[in-house]
């Protein structure tokens, strides 16, 4: 159960895991066109307006897993209506607050799983208990075709494609690139340079997993750090001399990337939802 894109595949890679390694069916709920396009679910998908739980959609009982917001992504499914419908409740903690403390709400539910390679947050906040779950991540999504001198500025929220972009398209040309412009990530996704606008958890961590010659605009989020996040790996680019650097950089890929990006989760996540003792 979650809003953006993120989420939703992070909630289809918990379902999918549940079906391949335990044969358990289990609803997807998610905000409608939030997966990908041509996404194929192992189970039902219940596409909501909001991304949050439609008690119509679901029969209680079971085990309900919520991703990164403990009473949902607009705050209106209480954690005790949770309580009153799921025996087992389990919280992908993905986020952090401001201050990089736990994500409040953690110890009311029975289960904690982080999607990283370690029992932390991402930013190396203890979380007690949890579970670690890899990161989450499709396999192998990134289809990039070389094209020499080419950057392709990647927009989903379609927030610079006036002056941000023409300024984009100055930089640009000022290394003898040529620039295009798409909202969609991906298979999509041709070119030698990648900017992205925005450094979203899945978006960042999918592009580093892959080696895409990278680098993110960071957007602000109330829930997100996006800046420390592509800081952290040296993928910031906040100005035009930033950028203009970048570009004249010969080679492809990041120069660093996380540990554990192809751990394999599923026996984790689903020892986690069911309530099993984790292998």
Request: charged share 25%; net charge positive; with cysteine.
């Amino acid at each position: 159960m979650g809003g953006g894109t993120g989420h939703a595949l992070r909630g289809a890679l918990i379902q999918q895991a549940l079906w391949r390694r335990a044969r358990r069916t289990s609803t997807l709920v998610v905000r409608q066109g939030s997966l990908p396009p041509g996404w194929r679910a192992d189970g039902p998908v219940a596409e909501t307006a909001t991304g949050e739980l439609d008690e119509r959609l679901v029969s209680p009982g079971g085990a309900l897993v919520v991703d990164t917001f403990p009473d949902g992504w607009m705050g209106r499914f209480s954690r005790h209506r949770q309580r009153s419908l799921f025996p087992r409740r389990v919280l992908v903690a993905r986020a952090v607050f401001g201050g990089r403390e736990p994500l409040p709400g953690t110890e009311d539910f029975d289960g904690l799983g982080v999607p990283y390679s370690a029992g932390a947050d991402e930013w190396e906040v203890e979380l007690p208990g949890a579970v670690a779950l890899g990161f989450l991540l499709r396999r192998d999504p990134w289809r990039n075709k070389r094209v020499p001198k080419r950057l392709v500025v990647v927009d989903p929220s379609g927030r610079c494609a006036g002056e941000p972009l023409e300024v984009f398209r100055k930089v640009a040309a000022l290394a003898g690139y040529d620039v295009s412009y798409q909202i969609r990530y991906g298979r999509v996704v041709a070119g030698s340079k990648v900017l992205f606008v925005g450094a979203g958890y899945h978006t960042f961590y999918e592009a580093v997993r892959q080696g895409a010659d990278a680098r993110f605009v960071a957007l602000p989020k109330r829930y997100d750090d996006q800046a420390a996040r592509a800081k952290r790996y040296g993928l910031l680019v906040s100005t035009p001399p930033e950028l203009l650097r970048w570009l004249r950089e010969e080679g492809a890929g990041p120069s660093c990337r996380p540990s554990g990006l192809d751990e394999d989760f599923e026996p984790a996540v689903v020892d986690l939802v069911l309530g099993r003792e984790v292998s």
